[in-house]
């Protein structure tokens, strides 16, 4: 009896002590749930790298094999794009979600004696991630200008490794948040030191998710990669600094899994426009600059086991722009509902075969000027250049209209067999126009900026007009 009595009262206890625990049992089963659904997000972002240079995307003499893996453990967009054909505008529309126009930065790219940037009115993808619980960090390239309103951590990054502009601009000083390292950078080193400033985000003991935006100085020119892959291509110093890029790439994965991380971090790997002196568009024609594909269209690869079906290869138009939207609602953040974005969330066409594309159209910048319209089918044309003109080929009643099913070259125009085709994306033009004409766009007039000054805890930075 009283062994029966002791037995009931084990069990009244227990029965209590798993009571009382319920509620802290539910709470760590909701703090595990919102992990699993706010994933570690790593943007790589290359410079000026070719559609076709990487062997995933067709390339066959340059060797990316890490790259070539992620595409296979993950999966690939072929008709991706950056929002513009130069730097600065294309980086912007990356962080921001919207055409690069309205943040007044559609007209050419920054430069050191630019006294002008990323607006601080702009709200941009770290920005939101912070707000959802993330830690942020960017390496590399910034480009969005060095007055005190546009660095890096005025714009969501919590720290900041890396250049404020492209490699061939002088002076080029290496920051840690707003301390100068090194002046001028050392460009030979930098990928090894990039991929250990890399490793250590990855490392760190925190339980938040974190946010990394890896912004590569290659295959920008100059091209300088380092000793160990220097004369070691078959595409000279282009394809060494590619293919050490591509290593970067390899030893930020092994860190993914070195630590546990692998699964539970979305990798995202492309490009901030299309080749320039060097490099392969592949079936895209012309390069950065130009008004065809091969200025926008940039290789897009994916990764994030368990969640993106390997080896998945989309069609379906997207931009960079979409990014965003896209990592914003993956990280639980609220895409913010006070402005226009123009990203769309392209998640369903990562990670499912056969989801269509969020948008009816794209529009392509060229400086502030809407030089093309596409859908999903088909891509008009109405601005191009010839030697140093800036040719309006539509005030020429001539307009090119490429079928990119079946021209994705854009060889041969269709336009007289097509008019309910042109017009229908004229009368897409013609809305835009009217709308992005209203804004006002900044640009750098160096007559009239002035001397150069670094940002620099001991010099302040310059002030925005």
């Known amino acids: 009896m009283k062994i029966s009595n002791l037995k009931a009262a084990l069990i009244m206890c227990v029965a209590l002590a798993v009571a009382s625990l319920n509620p802290k049992i539910a709470l760590a089963q909701q ?15 290359a410079d000026d790298l070719g559609f076709g240079d990487l062997g995933s995307f067709g390339g066959r003499t340059i060797r990316t094999p890490n790259l070539d893996r992620m595409a296979r453990e993950g999966g690939r967009l072929t008709r991706f794009f950056a929002s513009a ?5 294309s980086r912007a529309g990356l962080l921001t979600g919207r055409y690069a126009a309205r943040s007044g930065l559609a007209v050419g790219v920054i430069y050191p004696h630019s006294t002008y940037g990323l607006p601080e009115s702009e709200v941009t993808l770290p920005e939101l991630l912070v707000e959802a619980g993330y830690r942020t960090a960017m390496l590399g390239k910034w480009h969005l200008g060095s007055v005190a309103s546009a660095w890096p951590t005025r714009h969501g990054f919590q720290s900041f490794w890396g250049v404020p502009w492209s490699n061939d601009m002088n002076p080029l000083p290496l920051y840690r948040d707003m301390t100068i390292l090194e002046e001028p950078l050392v460009q030979e080193t930098f990928a090894e030191r990039l991929v250990e400033e890399a490793k250590g985000v990855i490392n760190s003991p925190s339980d938040k998710p974190f946010f990394l935006y890896v912004a590569h100085i290659a295959p920008h020119v100059p091209l300088r990669p380092g000793p160990a892959f220097r004369g070691k291509s078959q595409q000279g110093l282009y394809g060494d600094f590619v293919e050490e890029m591509d290593w970067t790439t390899g030893e930020i994965l092994k860190a993914l899994k070195a630590t546990g991380k692998d699964q539970d971090t979305l990798v995202i790997f492309t490009s901030d426009n299309g080749p320039w002196w060097e490099g392969s568009s592949g079936p895209l024609r012309d390069r950065k600059g130009s008004t065809y594909e091969g200025a926008y269209g940039v290789p897009f690869i994916a990764r994030w086991p368990g ?4 080896g998945i290869v989309s069609d379906q138009m997207s931009m960079n722009i979409d990014l965003l939207p896209t990592l914003a609602t993956l990280g639980g953040a609220k895409v913010p509902a ?4 123009d990203g769309q969330d392209i998640w369903p066409i990562l990670s499912k075969r056969g989801a269509s594309t969020p948008h009816d159209k794209l529009f392509f910048f060229s400086n502030a000027n809407i030089a093309a319209v596409r859908t999903q089918d088909w891509r008009m044309v109405v601005r191009a250049y010839y030697l140093n003109f800036d040719a309006p ?11 990119m099913k079946n021209d994705r070259g854009e060889t041969v125009s269709l336009a007289d067999r097509f008019p309910d085709v042109v017009a229908r994306l004229k009368a897409m033009i013609d ?11 900044q640009r750098t007039t160096p007559q009239a900026d002035g001397p150069i000054q670094l940002p620099n805890e001991t010099r302040p930075l310059k002030k925005a007009p």
Do not use: H, M, W
Request: aromatic share 8%; glycine share 2%.
């Open 307 to 310: 969640k993106i079906p390997s």
């Open 431 to 441: 809305a835009a126009r009217a709308e992005f004409g209203a804004i006002t766009q």
């Open 393 to 403: 080929l539509d005030q020429f009643n001539y307009r090119l209209l490429f079928d």
């Open 85 to 89: 054909n130069v730097c600065t505008p």
């Open 31 to 45: 703090a595990s749930s919102k992990a699993q659904k706010q994933p570690n997000i790593i943007v790589i972002l």
């Open 338 to 341: 006070d402005r226009v974005i």
